[in-house]
Nanobody
Framework: QVEVVESGGGSVQAGGSLRLSCVVSGHTHSRYCMGWFRQAPGKEREGVAAIDIEDPPTYADSVKGRFSISLDGAKNTVYLQMNGLKSEDTSMYYC????????????????????WGQGSQVTVSS
């Protein structure tokens, strides 16, 4: 049984930093994509960052230069370091896992995601 468990998040003032972590267990695929999405109330889900072992990470334009995604394959853990947080980054953040494939251009559509984390709230006050 595959499990995707997030931790981190919380509240911070604008300009501050937070780190999200996501641990995946229960799969044996050597090829996979992990990433982060976010969704604020009344807004569409947005792909934020994605990473696999084959290609450089990809980022949404809205977070480039501020957010950094990294993957620790030995620990099956993906991290999202968020710096320079803005009020518009306030959202529920979800870890996502796509098995048997690299991230590719479709990952941010959400259609290739096989498993989702439970969600972590990030609140940025101005």
């Amino acid at each position: 049984q595959v499990e995707v468990v997030e931790s981190g998040g919380g509240s911070v003032q604008a300009g501050g930093s937070l780190r999200l972590s996501c641990v995946v267990s229960g799969h044996t695929h050597s090829r996979y994509c992990m990433g982060w999405f976010r969704q604020a109330p009344g807004k569409e889900r947005e792909g934020v960052a994605a990473i696999d072992i084959e290609d450089p990470p990809t980022y949404a334009d809205s977070v480039k230069g501020r957010f950094s995604i990294s993957l620790d394959g030995a620990k099956n853990t993906v991290y999202l370091q968020m710096n320079g947080l803005k009020s518009e980054d306030t959202s529920m953040y979800y870890c996502a896992l796509a098995l048997g494939m690299a991230c590719g251009s479709w990952f941010f559509s959400g259609r290739t995601v096989d498993y989702w984390g439970q969600g972590s709230q990030v609140t940025v006050s101005s």
